[in-house]
């Protein structure tokens, strides 16, 4: 079982492999995550991002269904929360106001994913203004 580092955490996952998405979705929850979605389309994670008034996080899937889910991206940036990236492509094919974020390989390591998303909800809690 996954230790609780996400304890409360909202994130969104967004993910168009039925069984990648469960997974994902089962292990932010082991590690304590409020988990949002799973989305499997660029229509439905645009309307939960739409819906969400609070998130910590996201985990988005690069490609969903040949759809990039950069505009979910874009969004989140303007929002300010951290997102992770899942690919199966070679990360540096992502666009230029993406490379500081995290991108994790398919077959995605769950314990590097977790880490990631820890990481970068970490490195946004230090960034936000008085802390």
Same mark, same amino acid.
Do not use: W
């Given at each position: 079982?996954?230790?609780?580092? @996400?304890? %409360?955490?909202? =994130?969104?996952? $967004?993910? /168009?492999?039925?069984?990648?998405a469960?997974?994902l979705?089962?292990?932010? +929850?082991?590690?304590?995550?409020?988990?949002?979605?799973?989305?499997?389309?660029?229509?439905?994670?645009?309307?939960?991002?739409?819906?969400?008034?609070?998130?910590?996080?996201?985990?988005?899937?690069?490609? @969903?269904? %040949?759809?990039? =889910?950069?505009? $979910?991206? /874009?969004?989140?940036?303007?929002?300010?929360?951290?997102?992770?990236?899942? +690919?199966?492509?070679?990360?540096?094919?992502?666009?230029?106001?993406?490379?500081?974020?995290?991108?994790?390989?398919?077959?995605?390591?769950?314990?590097?994913?977790?880490e990631?998303?820890?990481?970068?909800?970490?490195?946004?809690?230090?960034?936000?203004?008085?802390?």
């Amino acid at each position: 079982m996954a230790e609780r580092t @996400l304890f %409360g955490y909202r =994130v969104l996952v $967004v993910e /168009d492999e039925f069984m990648l998405a469960e997974d994902l979705s089962q292990e932010l +929850t082991d590690a304590g995550a409020i988990v949002i979605g799973p989305a499997q389309s660029l229509t439905r994670a645009v309307e939960l991002l739409a819906a969400s008034d609070v998130l910590d996080a996201a985990v988005l899937d690069v490609n @969903l269904h %040949g759809e990039p =889910v950069y505009p $979910v991206a /874009d969004t989140l940036l303007k929002r300010h929360i951290p997102f992770v990236f899942t +690919t199966g492509y070679d990360p540096s094919v992502l666009p230029v106001r993406f490379k500081s974020v995290a991108c994790c390989a398919k077959p995605v390591d769950i314990t590097k994913l977790l880490e990631a998303v820890q990481s970068a909800i970490e490195i946004s809690r230090r960034a936000q203004p008085g802390n």
